[in-house]
C-alpha cells in the first residue's frame, strides 16, 4: 500500500507566506506524478501544481508566479511553497500522487490522496 501524509498547513495574514509538504511512503513503487490539490468551502476540487516524472511542473492560472513546487524522488516528498497569500488561498489542501503498481507488463496507474491539511489566510 501506498500512504500520503501532508504537514505544514495553518493560518496566515495576507502576503504571508506558508510551505506544504508531502511525504509518499509504502511500498516503493515507481511515482509517475506528485502534486496539490485544494477545495474551498462549496467549490471543487483543483489542481494547484503537478509535476510528472521528467516533465515541467504546472501551475494553476491562479498561483503561477507565487507559488513554487519542488519534488525530490530519492526522499520521495514534493513540497509547496506559497508566498503572496491571498484570502482566495484560503482551503483545504491535498496531497496527490499517481504510482506504477503491478508486475511489468501488467501495471497500473493508480492515485492516493493524503488526508488534506488547513490553509487559511486572513485579510
Known amino acids: 500500500q501506498v500512504h500520503v501524509a501532508e504537514s505544514g498547513g495553518g493560518s496566515v495574514q495576507a502576503g504571508g507566506s506558508l510551505r506544504l509538504s508531502c511525504t509518499i511512503s509504502?511500498?516503493?513503487?515507481?511515482?509517475?506524478?506528485m502534486g496539490w490539490y485544494r477545495q474551498a468551502p462549496g467549490n471543487e476540487r483543483e489542481l494547484v501544481a503537478k509535476?510528472?516524472?521528467?516533465?515541467?511542473?504546472k501551475y494553476a492560472d491562479s498561483v503561477k508566479g507565487r507559488f513554487t513546487i519542488s519534488r525530490d524522488d530519492a526522499k520521495r516528498t514534493v513540497d509547496l511553497q506559497m508566498d503572496s497569500l491571498r484570502p482566495e488561498d484560503t482551503a483545504v489542501y491535498y496531497c496527490?500522487?499517481?504510482?506504477?503498481?503491478?508486475?511489468?507488463?501488467?501495471?497500473?496507474?493508480?492515485?492516493?490522496w493524503g488526508q488534506g491539511t488547513q490553509v487559511t489566510v486572513s485579510s
Open positions: 496527490h500522487t499517481e504510482v506504477y503498481v503491478g508486475p511489468p507488463p501488467n501495471l497500473t496507474l493508480d492515485p492516493y
Open positions: 509535476v510528472v516524472r521528467g516533465e515541467s511542473a
Open positions: 509504502g511500498r516503493r513503487y515507481s511515482i509517475h506524478s
